[in-house]
């Protein structure tokens, strides 16, 4: 159970974020972020070329994503660095392999030692119908199939105290929950031995990490012995859609959704550089969700929010000829083309039957899903990303 809160805990102020704070208590990260950016950018289009091409990538993907977590999410600056030059020797060494591997323990994380992005980069594959352990035992997972150990890892995400230890916990608490809750109760891999007790430890801790007064899940922050609770957008809706809709505080949920409409991510529905379909694509999932527990004022607000970000998708982020041309910053291109698909399939765009929001027709649909699906068998087929998305647009 996560341990007895404070007396009082507080909003985050509007316009504070972890990573001001960060980089103005080591210079030298904010520094080296700065700099390193550029040449990740031009890194991570290298990279775009090869999915392009149907090349498998995980490797320096994953490598790139574990950079993209030390600048921004702690301040150590020598094991950011040694990350660079890791994802230099990955993208621009040895052509990528033809398919993907494992490592010793049973992982897909083959680009990075980090224990929370191994679990990410393995989920996907794990939760898949056809998945193969093929003799390899999933043994990281081991450090979590324990109760006690289970409840003291997660606790230890719920609160970051960076002036203590120069890391924010939002993202490892993003990635854990949103794949633990998955493989827990899903009980997969298919196999694995997870021990049974750990459905009610991770209920409960659920039930206990929702804000009832916001409705969301978010990170919390120990600033100056005060402390400071978010609402996360990428949270609640993990937590909202690996349920199944089955958490409480729907109404304030909704509220606070609506609240957010024109903050940053990831308190907010808006990236760097505006709307872009991943962000949209939760937005529309926990309006599914909570459609049948929302007021009249709300469902009036969702739809013409909806509408609004489906004219945004078609418009701005959809080529004619289906190739995706909005994608969010360090977005690879299987991820572009799975939250585009994902963001129309949750608005119901394909199928009259999930269009819970409008009676609108949208005779468009087949063309747009024809190029969406030619643009993505473009892809490698065992990248988890395209098979998702082709599942979506292929029902």
Known sequence: MPPAAPAKILPAPRGWTPQASLA?????????CRTALPEIRS???????????????????????????????????????GTLERVRALTTGAPPSTSPERDECGSFGIGTDVWFLKLDASVDRMLADDFDAGGVAPRFLDRVNDPDRLGAY????????????????????????????????????????????????????????????????GADYDIGGRRWRTVDLSLAFHMARYLEGRIGHWPRLIDTLLAIRDDRYPNGWLDDEGVTSHNNYDVAVLFG?????????????????????????????IAPDGTVIARAVGESLPESYYFTTAFLDAAGFFDPARRFWTAREFPEAPAV???????????????????????????
């Not at 969700?289 to 982020?317: F, I, K, N, S, Y």
């Not at 899903?369 to 029902?395: D, F, S, T, V, Y």
Request: charge should be positive; aromatic fraction near 8%.
């Open 24 to 32: 103005a208590r080591y210079p030298a990260m904010a520094s080296l």
């Open 43 to 81: 890194l991570e289009a290298l990279l775009d070329r090869d999915e392009a091409a149907g090349r498998e990538t995980s490797r320096p993907r994953q490598a790139i994503g574990e950079l993209h977590w030390r600048l921004h999410y702690t301040g150590d600056d020598a094991a950011a660095e």
């Open 154 to 217: 997660l606790d230890s995400l719920l609160v970051s105290r960076l002036a203590e230890d120069g890391v924010d916990r939002r993202k490892e608490l993003n990635f854990a929950t949103g794949g633990l809750v998955r493989l827990i109760l899903r009980r997969r891999p298919p196999g694995y031995p997870w021990d049974p007790r750990l459905e009610t430890v991770i209920r409960h801790f659920v039930v206990d990490w929702q804000d009832p007064t916001t409705g969301f899940f």
């Open 289 to 317: 969700l909570g459609w049948p527990q929302m007021r009249p004022d709300q469902r009036h607000r969702a739809r013409r929010e909806l509408g609004r970000l489906l004219h945004w998708c078609l418009d701005t982020a």
């Open 369 to 395: 899903r024809a190029g969406l699906e030619a643009r993505i068998r473009e892809l490698h087929p065992a990248n988890p990303m395209a098979r998702m998305a082709l599942a979506r647009l292929c029902r």
